[in-house]
């Protein structure tokens, strides 16, 4: 059974999603329409990025996945769609898709769209069902090597310390960094963020019960986070997205 | 694959909406529930009436489209269920389904209903997925001639000036209004929206990039709409659903 | 076709959910996944037993409920499912699944996980699926007799007054008790509630028009509820969750 997922900046409010599933399920109602999330900030390419980047690959294979934040919508940027690891991915060429770029197609369609066009219902959505009902992808589009590309926040180091930052925080308000559990020195660490530090990595949010902040590696993530035990890190901390967070190794 | 869509003011932080869900997949669990939305404004018939309208002809031939805003309830209002253009409508007597009231039918069910009867779960939802399975009209319903008809706001042309109305605001805020693109005049025109004036239709939002206000036909409508690039039309200009907009012809 | 109910405190802004439906769906893509709600606050596992409580029932025979409500995760706590009425239970063993533990299994995982690990997605959603594609339980787990259980409140009888409490409002303001429609005295009856009295119950929201609070049973829960026609009785009142509510017979 064929499925598409969903990302999107439209909210759940209007009828906009589901006007894209009803084309999906035109297409073929057998298909499976699975929400990510609507919830993403308007126009916040970076972050709906980064969360299809994150969850694609506990979908089957074959899944198509549907990322739509596009500002600049109806505009002369292109409709595109690609192949990475057995999954597909359709979206504009804005850079939403850039983790999933290594084979990209441009989606044929008329220049000149009428402007009642709703792209995300008339284009992207029929696209990503043919897709997911094995139409071949020569069918769909034609092939370039130019798609636009932006890149997520990297961490740094600098003399001994690594620094990375903020770049999610979830609805628990646990403040998700951009370091990757592979990267972490195996030593005991020191984790600054704003003026405060923490010892050590916590292995389970139970080990931070009465110690304040704790440092574990988010497991939806798996990247390395900043948490309060049955607490909220982004209230106590009043971090935002961008917050610098700095891992020193403690035998230094 | 059947298909049922809901429409309600229920929200989906309580489990109305699921019980709904599982009343339906109980009659046949194939049954696809494809949510259109449930944030309407608690009692907004006039909103759920319009979305719905906007929203059902995207979804696939013989759908059930199950519209419950409904502050009677439990009262003696009816419960109907109607036919228009090979899709299926279900929803209390109350104006919800207006616009697709050509074949309707006043449901079987017991007047002294028990007073623990919620009956979107229990009465709505089975009758849509009886419907959704194909089961004959005859034996779900009687025929009535005299269902409650609302009537959505139209806009009106005053000397040589249209002047509609805004009647529904998006999550982008993006205020869209009741006039039908089909109605806008060919020449050029002026648009007026509470003391701001926009020359012009833009043809997508990027055309409105330092701008201001434009004005354009929102795709996922058919509706004129007033939006803001990369903005919130309805935070910048306090606009709000009922707000007169006018077009003029600017030759005249 | 095999159903998988979700109800967490996860919210729908972050792809924790998705991830759960994408491992669900990668046992087997024929599986349902309908949401009760992930609106739950952050950590109360009473309301997640209660509201799940209320709407197993609905769903058809053989489905699999998920609850993942669970501020101790990644700790010593067992994972668990159970068997109930012939419907399914899975979740984390601290009291969410209180209702259904006639006959309770914890489930087979390595004691020393992975910190990388999100039980929701890497251990709860795959046994959840296994269970709903019929895996015979002997497989998945081991028959424990010590489950964790919780108790939701109950209401008592002092002197010839039923005290009872405020466990829930739902999105209309609707104050939701937890007395039972059953043991309420058949004769007249006298609510209170933080100071104000409601004379008898409705037998539905219409009846109670320029009444101001009226009282009936809702018919989501069966339970007792003060509502208010047209309006939002929680705000009305100020009652929070907790709020005393007592009825006493009349003829006294």
Redesign the interface.
Known sequence: ???V?L?TD???????V??M???I??VD??I????????IE??DIESASF??L???????ED?VHLAIVD??????RRAIFSQFQNHLFVGPDNGVLSPFLSRTYRINKNTDLD?????G??IFAPVAAYLAIGKEVKHLGVRIYDPVKIELSKPRMIDSTLIGEIIYI???GNLISNIN?DILPSSDIEIEIKGKKIEG?S?????GKNKGLLA?????F?LLEVALY?G?AALYTGCKKGEKIAIRRKDE
Do not use: Q
């Open positions: 059974m064929p499925v997922t990302i439209f909210g759940v409010g209007d009828p906009y589901a006007m599933k009803g084309r399920l035109s109602p057998g499976k329409c699975i929400d990510i999330t609507h919830d308007v126009g969360l299809l994150k969850s694609y690959k506990y979908f089957p899944s500002p600049t919508v109806g505009g002369s402007p009642k066009t709703f792209e219902r008339d979830d609805h628990f559990e990595l292995r389970n949010y139970e080990e574990l590696i988010n497991g939806g798996g049955k909220n």
